[in-house]
């Protein structure tokens, strides 16, 4: 990777939130004491054979170069007719790409249009308080995401063919991500992912195997502004997040 890609992957990263890598922390280490003295090329580089001199080390795909190539992979989509219908953006995701707890909505709404990060008006807003006062998660050390990328208009719920065409992006995102739980908020993120016709109603409390992790659905933090009675309801979901995620 050269410097200017590197660059690129930082400034991504940063989009996502992430305030770290998991990469090897010794790589800069090695690659200050590789060069000779005030800065000068190493002997092997000179041509005088160094045979003490290790295999060059390979670093792997990361989980914030993985996320960055579905990123980019998206780009300023027309796969759909919604970059038609006024979406002013892409709303790709945000969070932790080493995340062991993943939530997936259903589409942005105004406000993460406008900013292009999912979950950030009032309903984004109790979902933050679900993650870091009910389950005390700090909401950084979570994935957010939707089934698609951009606004409907009005807030529409999306359509068969918008919903093809863009959830093979969040399966990649989970795929990489590979999350011990995901919950699925509100009643079409849940019968999306699950193929389903079921209600929330039905659906919520129960665990699903999904894509090598468990799937919880429960309701979209915009259907509790509304029915603030199902509060306890999405308290019980949490404390199966919990139990789910103390598994080993």
């Known amino acids: ?81 919604l970059h038609t219908l006024g979406r002013k953006q892409v709303v790709f995701g945000v969070g932790n790409p080493n995340a062991d707890l993943m939530f997936v909505g259903e589409a942005p709404g105004a406000d993460e249009d406008v900013q292009g990060i999912p979950f950030v008006g009032r309903a984004g807003q109790l979902l933050t308080d679900i993650i870091e006062k009910g389950l005390k998660i700090p909401r950084s ?32 995102q989970i795929d990489v991500i590979r999350p011990k739980v995901i919950v699925a908020l509100g009643k079409f993120g849940a019968q999306t992912l699950l193929r389903t016709l079921e209600p929330i109603s039905r659906l919520r409390g129960r665990v699903f195997d999904y894509r090598g992790a468990k799937l919880i659905p429960t309701f979209h933090p915009a259907y509790l502004l509304r029915n603030p009675s199902s509060k306890r309801d999405v308290w019980e979901d949490m404390k199966l997040v919990q139990r789910l995620l103390a598994e080993e």
């Open 141 to 172: 050390d979570v994935y957010i995401a939707n089934v698609i990328k951009c606004r409907p208009p009005q807030n529409r719920n999306p359509e068969p063919d918008e919903v093809e065409t863009c959830e093979p992006f969040l399966f990649r």
């Open 1 to 81: 990777m050269d410097r200017d890609q590197l660059i690129e992957h930082l400034k991504f990263a940063q989009e996502l939130g992430v305030t770290g890598t998991s990469g090897d922390p010794a790589w800069r280490e090695r690659a200050d004491s590789s060069a000779g003295p005030s800065g000068s090329p190493p002997a092997a580089l000179k041509g005088q054979p160094d045979e003490t001199e290790a295999a060059p080390t390979i670093i792997p795909l990361t989980q914030v170069d993985a996320l960055a190539a579905v990123r980019a992979d998206i780009g300023d989509c027309t796969r759909c007719k």
